[in-house]
């Protein structure tokens, strides 16, 4: 069932209705489901951004797709609506930041929002920094600040942190896939960095800092991209209170739909689409799409190009060469009731 038939169902037309760009009006469409990005300015928390997404677009269930320390700015991703049962199928991609570092000063926090624990003279050369940073290419094990979201024990480590409490914390294995330096202006430097997801910026400068001896912090941090978006179309802090909700949608949300092409796409005919909703695995033809990919390897729309579930495809042990759609996260609008 990789080709389109004619007709769409209505449970799915509406659902379409309701993620074409304006957020549903009472007793309307299902809520607008897809992707919001917003670029956050420094001194505001992640969660505050979502709290004001949540009320200015009518949208309770807003969630951001990875945190941003309120001290950074950038690109700050939210899911909306049933994109929030997605948001693993974006949080893999790359991270790339512009910050700035300063040398020669140790703190609590591994940034100069921190305590400082140490200060050291800085007589380093822009050889020495570009050499010591390339050492921190590649695959390198690094250890979670305590200043951070990551839990412990069912606890986040910045709530720890804010009890005087260090507990230990397991190096994480990170990719750090370019390092370029753009400025430097001693005691301080500037840089921009292509990380892999969960990697911490300021403690690549903390570690950079202990290579070389004296020490530094992060001063500011950027986010510009989450493979593989960036902030050509995100809303600024005032644009989420001053634009109305369609507008601020048209401008910097991408609907679920769209969002979700990033995975390989099967289509099934209404009737697989009508299967898949009754809770069956439809039979479809093989294609482009991995086979026993993960639980969420590939999308499934249906005939009217709507998103129906994530999933992965499975061998059919009744046709020899023929696959079945096994969907894990079914949308609401394509569960169907009852008897089929």
């Keep these: ?35 919001l990005f917003v670029d956050k300015p420094a001194g505001v928390t992640s969660h505050d951004v979502v709290d004001r ?8 269930g807003a969630g951001h797709l990875g945190t941003l320390d309120p001290g950074a700015c950038g690109l700050l991703i939210l899911a909306l609506g049933a994109a929030t049962r997605c948001a693993a199928v974006w949080q893999s991609g790359a991270k790339t930041y512009e910050a700035t570092m300063r040398f020669g000063v140790v ?13 050291h003279e ?16 590649g695959e390198i094990e690094q250890v979670p600040p305590m200043v951070s979201a990551l839990k412990v024990g069912g606890r986040r480590l910045h709530r720890l942190a804010r009890e005087g409490l260090t507990v230990e914390r ?6 750090v896939h370019a390092w370029e330096w753009l400025a430097f202006a001693w005691p301080e430097a500037s840089f921009r960095v292509v990380v892999s997801g969960g990697t911490y910026v300021r403690t690549l400068a903390h570690d950079l800092g202990a290579v070389l001896g004296p020490g530094a912090a992060l001063k500011s941090l950027r986010r510009l991209r989450s493979e593989p978006f960036g902030l050509e179309r ?10 109305a909700p369609g507008e601020v949608l048209r401008r910097a949300g991408l609907p679920l739909a769209d969002a979700l092409r990033m995975l390989p796409v099967v289509v099934l005919d209404r009737a697989g689409a009508e299967a898949l909703g009754f809770g069956r695995r439809p039979a479809v033809e093989p294609g482009a799409a991995p ?8 999308v499934f729309f249906g005939p009217g190009e709507e998103p129906l579930a994530l999933g992965e495809l499975e061998p059919d042990p009744m046709r020899p060469g023929g696959l079945l ?16």
């Design 53 to 60: 997404a949540r009320r200015r677009l009518r949208a309770p």
């Design 107 to 119: 703190t609590s926090t591994q940034d100069l929002q921190g305590d400082v624990l140490e200060r």
């Design 234 to 243: 995100a809303a600024t802090w005032r644009d989420l209170d001053e634009l």
């Design 291 to 298: 086979v026993k990919g993960g639980l969420r390897s590939v």
């Design 1 to 35: 069932m990789s080709a389109t038939s004619p007709g769409e169902l209505p449970a799915a037309r509406e659902a379409r209705r309701g993620s074409a760009g304006l957020p549903a009006g009472p007793g309307g469409p299902a809520p607008w489901s897809g992707l």
């Design 325 to 340: 759609a096994c969907p894990h996260v079914v949308f609401p609008w394509a569960v169907r009731q009852g008897k089929p």
């Design 122 to 137: 800085v007589a380093l050369e822009e050889r020495q920094v570009r050499e010591a940073a390339s050492r921190l290419l």
């Design 170 to 175: 397991r190096p994480r294995r990170v990719h």
